[in-house]
Nanobody
Framework: QVHLVESGGGLVQAAGSLRLSCVAS????????MGWFRQAPGAEREFVAY????????SYADSVKGRFTISRDNAKNTVYLQMNSLKPEDTAAYYC????????????????WGQGTQVTVSS
């Protein structure tokens, strides 16, 4: 079992920045690919970013490419999402997910999910 806890959300003005963190516990963190997803009210959950177990491979949704950066610190059991140039349309609950399979993570089929952290971007 892997327990994930997100933090770092909040209210920010458009063009501002936030850094989300997701701390994992329970298993060897470096064995898991990690991802960030988001879900706005009334919308489906959507992929935001992915990072491989070593951190050597990342991928992003087109909507955040160039603005968001995913990273991880395996010594701290933590994955981060640096969000810059935020837009009102980035408003959503953000969730981190973990799985031994990177394909499962990207396909929103990760075995483990956090409880989410709310990001609200005002115009």
């Amino acid at each position: 079992q892997v327990h994930l806890v997100e933090s770092g959300g909040g209210l920010v003005q458009a063009a501002g920045s936030l850094r989300l963190s997701c701390v994992a516990s329970g298993r060897t963190f470096s064995n898991y690919a990690m991802g960030w997803f988001r879900q706005a009210p009334g919308a489906e959950r959507e992929f935001v970013a992915y990072i491989s177990q070593s951190g050597g491979t990342t991928s992003y949704a087109d909507s955040v490419k160039g603005r968001f950066t995913i990273s991880r610190d395996n010594a701290k059991n933590t994955v981060y999402l640096q969000m810059n140039s935020l837009k009102p349309e980035d408003t959503a609950a953000y969730y981190c997910t973990a799985d031994g399979s990177g394909v499962a993570v990207v396909r929103s089929r990760g075995a483990y999910w956090g409880q989410g952290t709310q990001v609200t971007v005002s115009s």
